[in-house]
């Protein structure tokens, strides 16, 4: 018994992060907070912490509906339990792998820094947008889509093979370039970190712009662009803190006044159902797979952008912008014709 409420206060010190915290407290020698170890120990625990809080405040609100936290509730479980240590493994041996073809050495100082954090930014980018745009990744990528409210538990929905997928090529694109490897560990926490923060829900932060922020940085709003299914929002905005290449690479969406967002996956999904936002893509892909005629279809179906069909009726979510923003425009102009034409009726009658 007491085995088990061991288990149970290492856990919560784990999830929480405050090991090391508790660690100094009781050493009382408080000035290691000023140490990068002491300092981590402060800033990890933060992110947990505010998750709590959100759930607190959504119970204080009755806004709180369990539904809303349960697929990141077992992703959590899961990756805490397996993810996690293939992720250490990859990240370790891309490290090794890759860092005697560097193009050239970088030092840790602060200009590397931004140095290393672009590139790890290209990084990302790669690996997210290929997440969106490989069927098979898709099926890794989709369980962190499938959410249908926003709120910061949605940070620890993923498969828990997407971790690894997405470091081996972030850690291979940084070593390739250079990046030191104790400044990528830097640079994989503040991004986890800040990757955890934008998914923070409307009921903490209402509309998640930042201020003047949100004309330099990727902001909430616009991570909350990227998980709506909305066809003029699908497929944006996939960096993570600062959104250059999103703008190089013209994938960058700001959040419409008038076009509120609705979260999830544009698949009809078993409404909050875990195993189906966990293997729901994987089970689709091997019906389409089987189903296609010829093996190159069959091939194509693993890597070509979901929605597309061998039949020629594609469905990606690059048509349905397409479409969106072609009737939009059509719109646009069909209610200024009929305004030029009241204003000049108007213009007669005052004659
Ligand atoms: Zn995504
Ligand atoms: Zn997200």
Redesign the pocket.
């Known amino acids: 018994m007491v085995d088990f409420f061991q288990a149970i206060y290492d856990w919560i010190i784990g999830f929480f992060g405050i090991g090391n915290f508790i660690k100094i407290i009781n050493s009382g020698d408080y000035s290691s907070f000023l140490t990068y170890d002491g300092f981590i120990s402060i800033i990890g625990p933060l992110f947990p912490i505010v998750l709590v809080l959100e759930v607190l405040m959504a119970l204080v609100l009755r806004k709180f509906k369990a539904i809303d936290y349960k697929i990141s509730f077992f992703s959590y479980v899961l990756n805490a339990f397996i993810g996690r240590f293939i992720s250490i493994a990859a990240i370790v041996f891309c490290i090794g792998l890759f860092e005697k073809y560097a193009i050239f050495k970088t030092t840790f100082t602060w200009y590397w820094f931004i140095y290393g954090y672009i590139v790890w930014e290209f990084g990302h980018f790669i690996y997210?947008y290929l997440?969106?745009k490989v069927r098979l990744f898709w099926c890794l990528?989709s369980t962190?889509?499938a959410p249908q409210a926003m709120n910061l538990s949605v940070s620890y929905a993923h498969f828990f093979l997407e971790g690894p997928y997405a470091d081996v090529i972030r850690t291979t694109v940084c070593i390739l370039l250079g990046v030191n490897p104790p400044m990528l560990f830097v640079i994989m926490f503040v991004d986890g970190f800040y990757g955890g923060f934008i998914h923070i829900g409307e009921q903490l932060m209402k509309d998640g712009k930042l201020g003047f922020l949100y004309k330099y940085i990727l902001t909430p709003s616009h991570h909350r662009v990227?998980h709506a299914k909305n066809p003029l929002y699908m497929d944006t905005n996939?960096c993570n803190l600062l959104n250059i290449w999103d703008r190089v690479f013209g994938t960058y969406q700001p959040e419409k006044e008038n076009l509120s967002i609705e979260y999830g996956i544009t698949r009809e999904m078993k409404p909050n159902s875990f195993l189906d936002s966990y293997f729901g893509e994987f089970a689709c892909l091997l019906k389409d797979v089987y189903k296609a005629p010829g093996l190159k279809n069959k091939f194509l179906y693993i890597f070509m952008p979901p929605g597309w069909s061998h039949t020629g009726d594609h469905k990606t979510a690059t048509i349905a912008r397409n479409e969106f923003l072609k009737m939009e425009h059509a719109t646009i102009q069909n209610e200024e014709e009929p305004k030029f034409n009241a204003d000049k009726s108007k213009m007669v009658i005052q004659e």
Do not use: D, V
């Open positions: 997210h997440g969106h990528h962190h889509h990227h996939f």
